[in-house]
Each structure stands twice: as C-alpha cells, then as structure tokens.
C-alpha cells in the first residue's frame, strides 16, 4: 500500500515549457485534491476532483490544467510556465466521509 | 474567503520545554485538524477534532476544538529534537468540504 505517490520529486523548467505533475493513489480514495505551498504561505487550493470525470477550481486554479480519467490518478499539468509557479506542489487524497487528507511527499519545481 | 490565523509564525525553543500554537477564524468549522511537515515531506496527521470543546491527546500531543467552533490549540509537551518541522492547523470549511490551511508554525528545537 503505497498511499499517494508523486512523480517527480523535483523539477527545473523554463518560462514558457509545459509539463505534467503525476499523481496516483491505490487507496481508492474518492476525492484527490493539489495544493502548492510557498513559504510561510500554508497551503493553497489549486483543483480537487470528487470522482473520476469530475474536476472543480480551487483558490489558485490559474495557469493550471487538471483530468481525472481514473480513481487512482490526478496529473496536474503546466502549459506556459511562469515565475510565479516556482513551488512545492502536494497532491493529497481522502476517501468519501473521511477526515483528513493524506498528502504526496511532493514536487518541488522552479521555473527559470 | 475563509481564512485561518495561526501563531505563532515561528518558535525556538529548548529541548525538554513545552510549545502551544493555535488557530483562530472568523467563521466556524465543523472539524478542525492538526498537521505536522517533516523537511522535504508532505503533512501528516496529527490529531482531528470533531466536536466543539473536544479535548483530544496523542502522546505528548494536545489538541483541543475551541466551544465558539472558531478556534483551536495545539499543545506538545517535553519537546524533542524531532518535533522540528511546520505544524498546520486546518479546517474543513471551503467548498465541497475541502480543508483550508493556515499558514503554518515552524518549531525549531535546541538540544
């Protein structure tokens, strides 16, 4: 039981390249959600998903793109990288009724 | 938005002492959670709280979920070398019932 794995743990871009951020559970969890931490910032919403097929904004949806075609996986997806999205990325999942999430070790990515 | 204050930003404190933090909102929460971020680590679960005034221990972990439903603490007793980390409160009280984090408690501890 891996809980939720986070592919790749770090990353640099440049401005303007697109990538992916996987994420996968196997704890058949209903509801994935991605957040980025900054420093001293806590932890912003960027999308959740309630279900495979169903994907919903969150605080910080700009510049990002989501899909959920499976209970398991979540990507997030960078289609014009900025500056502004220099973060550590967390993937986090919790099934239906449940109470408290369980996070991803994370993907720390820069953008030069 | 919701929003919760946490405090304090940042704590230095000896080995053996004890460390209280809390969070307060404007609004009410049905749950209240604490996490703690290991470096380079996601968060992980402490302790939740379910009901209003429930005073709940893990270890040498207190938490308590303030009467109002729109504050709550954590407490960690004779504090160790590994309590370093970023402690989170959190609350589920956004949309869908997603959790809304405060900005975190950094522990450093001296031996």
């Known amino acids: 039981n891996a809980g939720v794995t986070q592919t790749p743990k770090f990353r640099i871009l440049k401005i303007g390249q697109s990538m992916t951020l996987q994420c996968t559970q196997d704890?058949?969890?209903?509801?994935m959600y991605w957040y980025r931490q900054d420093p001293g910032m806590g932890l912003k919403l960027i999308y959740y998903s309630v279900g495979a097929g169903i994907t919903d904004k969150g605080e910080v949806p700009n510049g990002y793109n989501v899909s959920r075609s499976t209970t398991e996986d979540f990507p997030l997806r960078l289609e014009l990288a900025a500056p502004s999205q220099t973060s550590v990325y967390f993937c986090a999942s919790i099934r239906q009724g449940g109470y408290g999430y369980t996070f991803g070790s994370g993907t720390r990515l820069t953008v030069v | 938005g919701q929003q919760l204050n946490q405090s304090p930003q940042s704590m230095f404190i000896q080995e053996g002492e004890d460390v209280s933090m809390n969070c307060t909102s404007s609004s009410i929460f049905n749950t209240w959670l604490w996490y703690k971020q290991d470096p380079g680590e996601g968060p992980v679960l402490l302790i939740a709280l379910y009901k209003a005034g429930e005073l709940t221990s893990n270890g040498r972990l207190t938490a308590q979920f303030g009467i109002t439903r729109k504050d709550s603490f954590l407490n960690i007793s004779a504090s160790i070398p590994s309590d370093v980390g970023i402690y989170f409160c959190?609350?589920?009280?956004?949309?869908?019932?997603?959790?809304?984090f405060g900005k975190g408690t950094k522990l450093s501890v001296k031996p």
């Open positions: 704890m058949n969890h209903n509801y």
């Open positions: 959190a609350g589920n009280g956004g949309s869908q019932g997603n959790l809304i």
